[in-house]
């Protein structure tokens, strides 16, 4: 069953990585937090089954089976109370984000309640990595849920006027704070969609026919034959 859990200070000092959900994350990329305390997101987890903490704050979410399938034996936290789960439980971990001209909403995510924890923990520096809001509004762009972008982008501003060193890393290969290229800058929009054209036959002016002019059929005209003088005379009878 569920634990009641209070997670502050418990990293007091620490640097905290936390592995998103984002297309970007693999076993290359969290690698790259190995050394530090590490808190895996949902899916991360199959990425990193060392990792010391498990966040998926949803019941019978698929990676709470998943994480049992990688060996994971870290700390694992849920959202909800349930007899059923050996977890801990903190609370919902809703976020009050601010999305403009007077509009806030109460946001519930996995990546935002990971920070919320680390930043309780006691955190002095929050690694980001796999964190591709973008993708992620995109992708739910349909679904009603929102607010990730602008929930992220306001945690770091907390944070980082409480003295929290907040740095993401979106590829072993690319230097902190900068992401991958979106697909769509990618894409060379003079020539998109970039597919060989069809060749078109080249156009031929058709050669006009004559118009059907119907033969003029001269008549038959029979011959008139006179008939000889004696024929006429007998003619009369």
Not at 142 to 162: H, K
Not at 183 to 195: K, L, S
Not at 206 to 212: N, V
């Amino acid at each position: 069953m569920t634990t009641p859990w209070n997670p502050d200070g418990i990293w007091q000092g620490e640097t905290v990585a936390i592995l998103g959900a984002g297309p970007d994350m693999t076993a290359e990329l969290a690698m790259t937090a190995k050394g530090f305390k590490t808190i895996a997101v949902n899916r991360a987890v199959k990425f990193a089954p060392w990792a010391d903490m498990f966040v998926a704050l949803d019941l019978h979410h698929p990676f709470w089976e998943e994480k049992d399938n990688v060996g994971f034996t870290g700390i694992c936290v849920l959202g909800a109370e349930h007899a059923d789960y050996d977890a801990m439980y903190a609370g919902m971990f809703y976020e009050r984000v601010n999305m403009g001209e007077g509009h806030t909403l109460e946001v519930r995510n996995n990546a935002l309640a990971a920070v919320r924890i680390a930043a309780r923990a006691g955190a002095a520096k929050i690694i980001l990595l796999g964190f591709d809001t973008t993708r992620y509004e995109e992708v739910h762009a349909e679904t009603g849920f929102r607010g990730l972008t602008e929930g992220l982008a306001q945690m770091t501003a907390e944070l980082t006027a409480a003295g929290v060193v907040v740095e993401q890393i979106d590829s072993p290969v690319q230097l902190p704070g900068t992401r991958a290229p979106r697909r769509g800058e990618q894409v060379d929009v003079a020539t998109f969609p970039q597919v060989a054209p069809v060749a078109e036959e080249p156009f031929v002016e058709p050669i006009a026919e004559e118009p059907f002019v119907e033969p003029v059929v001269e008549p038959v005209v029979e011959p008139v034959v006179e008939p000889a003088a004696e024929e006429v005379k007998k003619g009369w009878f």
